[in-house]
């Protein structure tokens, strides 16, 4: 079995900050690609920032120069630094890996979701 266990998230004033963590649990052999994504109330959910076991990283348009995706491969862990965060970043964020629990098989695993409230 598999966990993904996100936290940090909460309320926060627009031009703040939040980092988010997300931590893998279980069966875990490897883990290649991770990423956080969002859904905001009546929308669909969108990627936020992905991040390869090298270090490559990949950003949406809207939050390139404010958000930092990082890892820690050691720990299973993504981290999601955001500052400057706006009203418009408010959403559930969700935590996602693609975890190969030792068979040669990658799958894609989500977290339980961390609400994200920028607001004053």
């Known amino acids: 079995q598999v966990q993904l266990v996100e936290s940090g998230g909460g309320l926060v004033q627009p031009g703040g900050s939040l980092r988010l963590s997300c931590t893998g649990s279980?069966?875990?052999?490897?883990?290649?690609?991770m990423g956080w994504y969002r859904q905001a109330p009546g929308k669909p959910r969108e990627l936020v920032a992905a991040i390869t076991y090298g270090g490559s990283t990949n950003y949406a348009d809207s939050v390139k120069g404010r958000f930092t995706i990082s890892r820690d491969n050691a720990k299973n862990t993504v981290y999601l630094q955001m500052n400057s965060l706006k009203p418009e970043d408010t959403a559930v964020y969700y935590c996602n890996a693609e975890i190969d629990k030792g068979l040669g098989i990658w799958n894609d695993y989500w977290g339980q979701g961390t609400q994200v409230t920028v607001s004053s």
């Open positions: 279980g069966s875990i052999f490897s883990i290649n690609a």
